[in-house]
Nanobody, 119 residues
Framework: QVQLVESGGGLVQSGGSLRLSCTASGFTFSMYVMRWYRQGPGKERELVAAISSAGSTTNYADSVKGRFTMSRDNAANTVSLQMNSLKPEDTAVYYC????????????WGQGTQVTVSS
């Protein structure tokens, strides 16, 4: 059974930090690109950060570059998102996503964790 379980969300003041974690099970984690998405109130889900299967490459949305850092531990089947200098506009539900490229084209999602940044 595939599972992605996020943790680490919460309420933080503007300028503060949070670290999100996602623990995976039920699939070969090291073969999957991992991504963090977020969906703010009244907004569409957007891609925040991605990391290659080996962890050698990361990509970030312009809105979080220089503030967020994504990492993974393939031995522990975990991925993390360190979020610094948080802003109220970072308020959203954050989702962990596992993706395996074609020909497989598999997508798995976590249940999400709420991040609220107060001004």
């Amino acid at each position: 059974q595939v599972q992605l379980v996020e943790s680490g969300g919460g309420l933080v003041q503007s300028g503060g930090s949070l670290r999100l974690s996602c623990t995976a099970s039920g699939f070969t984690f090291s073969m999957y690109v991992m991504r963090w998405y977020r969906q703010g109130p009244g907004k569409e889900r957007e891609l925040v950060a991605a990391i290659s299967s080996a962890g050698s490459t990361t990509n970030y949305a312009d809105s979080v570059k220089g503030r967020f850092t994504m990492s993974r531990d393939n031995a522990a089947n975990t991925v993390s998102l360190q979020m610094n200098s948080l802003k109220p506009e970072d308020t959203a539900v954050y989702y962990c996503n596992a993706y395996r490229a074609p020909p497989f084209n598999y997508h798995y999602w976590g249940q999400g964790t709420q991040v609220t940044v107060s001004s």
